[in-house]
C-alpha cells in the first residue's frame, strides 16, 4: 500500500510540475501577444465587452456611449495605429487612461486641449510612445528616411467629417517648442519645412495636423509627424 501511495504521490507532484510549466508558457504567450497586438488589445477587449464589432468600430453613436469624450478615429497605414481619438479639459486626463476609463499604462491617444476640433487650420493629437507599436509606438518610424519614403497616407475620421492624411513631414521637436505645439493659429507650415528631418512637397498645407509622442532618450524630444487633411467629405 506505500509503495502504491509513494507512486502516486510521485504522479500527482509530476503532473503539478507539468502543470505548472504549461501555466507558465500560456502566460508568456499571452504577454507576448498583448506585447505584439500592443494598445490595439486593450481597445479591442473594451470594444467586445460593450459588444462592438466590425464596422461599428468606426460607429461614433457606439463609441460615444462608451467614451463621451471621443472625437476621432485615426489610422496610419503602415504602423498599427488605428485608435480613437479623445479630447478632454486638459492634456492629462488620458495619460494613464485608457479609452474605457480604465487605468491603463498606455494612457489614449486625445487632441490637445486647446484645440476645439479638427476644423481648427492647425491640431495635434498627442500619445505616448508604448513598445511593439502600442499607441504612437510606430511613430518614430518616420524617422527613417526610408520608411518615410514608402508611408505617406491614413484616415482621420470624426463625427461630422472624414478626411485622407498625407503625410508630408517628420522631424524631432523640442516639447517646449512654441512653433509646434502652439494651436488655436494657423499651422506653422514654413517653421515646419526648415526643421523637419524630411519633408515632401505638398501644394495646400492649410490644414495640418500633428502627431506628436515623446522619443525614448529620456529628453524633452519629441517625435512629431505633419499631415495634410485633404479630401474632407460628410461622415456616413
Do not use: Q
Not at 33 to 39: A, E, R, W
Not at 128 to 140: E, I, P, Y
Request: with cysteine; glycine share 8%.
Amino acid at each position: 500500500m506505500r509503495k502504491i501511495s509513494d507512486d502516486l504521490n510521485m504522479k500527482f507532484h509530476m503532473w503539478r510540475r507539468i502543470n505548472s510549466w504549461i501555466d507558465r508558457f500560456l502566460l508568456s504567450v499571452l504577454l507576448f501577444l498583448i506585447l505584439f497586438t500592443g494598445s490595439g488589445l486593450v481597445d479591442g477587449l473594451a470594444f467586445l465587452e460593450e459588444g462592438i464589432t466590425g464596422v461599428e468600430y468606426h460607429s461614433f453613436a457606439r463609441l460615444l456611449e462608451i467614451n463621451p469624450d471621443t472625437s476621432a478615429w485615426l489610422t496610419v497605414d503602415g504602423t498599427h495605429i488605428d485608435h480613437p481619438v479623445v479630447r478632454s479639459r486638459d492634456n492629462f486626463d488620458y495619460l494613464d487612461r485608457g479609452f474605457d476609463g480604465r487605468d491603463y499604462a498606455g494612457g489614449t491617444l486625445f487632441m490637445d486641449k486647446d484645440n476645439k476640433s479638427f476644423e481648427d487650420p492647425y491640431s495635434i493629437i498627442h500619445g505616448h510612445n508604448m513598445a511593439a507599436g502600442a499607441m504612437f509606438g510606430d511613430l518614430d518610424k518616420f524617422l527613417d528616411r526610408k520608411f518615410f519614403g514608402r508611408n505617406s497616407e491614413g484616415t482621420l475620421l470624426t463625427p461630422d467629417y472624414d478626411y485622407d492624411l498625407e503625410i508630408f513631414a517628420a522631424g524631432v521637436f523640442d516639447a517646449y517648442d512654441r512653433n509646434i505645439y502652439k494651436t488655436g493659429g494657423d499651422a506653422p507650415v514654413e517653421y515646419i519645412r526648415e526643421k523637419a528631418l524630411f519633408c515632401r512637397d505638398s501644394e495646400d498645407t492649410d490644414h495640418v495636423l500633428a502627431l506628436s509622442t515623446c522619443l525614448d532618450d529620456m529628453t524633452d524630444n519629441r517625435a512629431v509627424v505633419f499631415c495634410r487633411l485633404t479630401n474632407k467629405r460628410k461622415h456616413r
